[in-house]
């Protein structure tokens, strides 16, 4: 069996999307994930400049030496543009390896360690009032576990809140739109949304919060200290994680579950976490941790250390890494929570999916391979928009982590 042609489809329905679409001389296609929020020429740039012309000829059975020889045949190693372009390969050529048996990717792993996968999802508001009442939406629609994010009175904006509830976007202008933060007034804030969401939900459902990599380690340590009453799933990205010794001053301090990883792209990048317990959910994907290939590695290590998966799902991963993780996470036996934000219908009319949405939980489908196909002709109609993510500063103009 041979490659024999690579496409690369970058559309926009909705927001900007990077694909790769494997053929072979079986006639069997495969289909991958190459998106990368605000960079997305890059990555596709780098697929067609340098890793095409070398996949050409191969066998695509071959998953594990095509890895290794992306990875340590480039010499120069890792990194977001990197890792997500080898994902695209790794999760085409699972999706041709899962066709070729006649098997939903999840038997192709190993087979079911579940029958749904648990999501959560992304409520949302201007203020507490409005977060509520999108907390209230989401248990109406079946969801067991929700994440809570409100604007915090002081600030004009914040990681978290749009306009469109259900579907947040956050990469909003070509050039990033700049925010102003405050630490002060956003741990004055913070416990009291979760103060009244208990209050008036009580405890049945799992909540969630994502800090989004905006506090020191001993600032992360006292807003995991006032969560506490609240019984947090989690808090996710308290601090950046580029210095994993900063966890250990968190958990000094706090009992509150701690999820990391979303921009995550190797297995190095989160060993001594991992390794030292410092955290409780690994959230590295399969589009930006280098595939299905890789990311088994990362949560068979995660399995030792009682460290569960917790997959970032932001509307940026598209659809065809959303059918790859739910195969993943049908699959691992320490998943713990998949994210689910949801797609808008243009997305998910250019990405036909198998996967579907019941009580609280997706499931992955039963088709060969991933279960997700991109509409090209559709696709078309979509052509690329420049799109970045904001930016933070702090009240006196410093730059600050968005
Ligand atoms: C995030 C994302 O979903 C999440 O947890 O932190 O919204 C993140 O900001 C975007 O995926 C960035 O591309
Ligand atoms: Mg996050």
Redesign the pocket.
């Known amino acids: 069996m041979k490659i024999t042609n690579c496409r690369i489809i970058v559309c926009c329905p909705g927001r900007n999307f990077v694909t790769l679409k494997i053929e072979t001389d079986q006639g069997v296609h495969g289909i991958g994930d190459a998106t990368l929020?605000g960079r997305e020429l890059a990555v596709a740039a780098y697929l067609i400049e340098h890793i095409v012309p070398a996949l050409i000829g191969r066998d695509p059975a071959r998953i594990e030496d095509i890895w290794q020889y992306l990875y340590r045949g480039a010499y120069w190693r890792r990194g977001p543009v990197t890792m997500s372009a080898i994902a695209a390969v790794d999760t085409a050529l699972w999706d041709i390896k899962g066709k070729m048996a006649e098997m939903p990717l999840y038997d192709v792993l190993g087979g079911k360690s579940r029958d749904g996968v648990m999501v959560y999802g992304h409520a949302n508001g201007k203020d507490v009032a409005e977060t509520l009442d999108e907390v209230a939406r989401y248990i109406d629609l079946g969801y067991k576990a929700i994440r809570a994010q409100s604007g915090v009175p002081g600030l004009m904006s914040t990681?978290g809140v749009s306009k469109d509830r259900l579907h947040?976007e956050?990469a909003d202008a070509a050039i990033p739109t700049e925010n102003v933060w405050s630490t002060a007034k956003y741990l004055d804030h913070a416990p009291r949304l979760f103060d009244a969401i208990r209050t008036r939900f009580g405890f049945e459902h799992h909540v969630l919060h994502?800090v989004?990599h905006r506090l020191t380690p001993i600032e992360a340590g006292r807003l995991g200290k006032s969560l506490e009453p609240y019984q947090l799933f989690w808090m996710?990205?308290p601090t950046p994680a580029e210095n994993q010794e900063g966890f250990r001053i968190i958990r000094q301090h706090t009992v509150t579950p701690i999820a990391v990883g979303?921009v995550f792209n190797t297995i190095y990048d989160c060993q001594t976490l991992i390794t030292e317990q410092l955290i409780d959910y690994i959230r590295a994907t399969v589009v930006h941790a280098g595939g299905i290939t890789h990311l088994r590695r990362i949560a068979n290590l995660a399995e030792l250390y009682h460290v569960r998966t917790g997959s970032?799902g932001?509307t940026?991963l598209s659809p065809v890494c959303m059918g790859a993780a739910l195969h993943f996470d049908t699959w691992v036996h320490n998943f713990g929570i998949q994210?689910y934000?949801r797609h808008t219908p243009e997305t998910d009319a250019v990405f036909p999916h198998d996967y579907r949405f019941e009580n609280g939980y997706l499931h992955a489908g039963v088709a060969p391979g991933h279960g997700v196909d991109i509409d090209e002709k559709l696709a078309a109609k979509y052509p690329y928009r420049a799109a970045a993510?904001p930016v933070n500063r702090l009240e006196d103009g410093s730059m600050w982590n968005w």
């Open positions: 929020n990681y947040y956050p994502d989004h996710e990205d979303e970032h932001a940026d994210e934000m993510l």
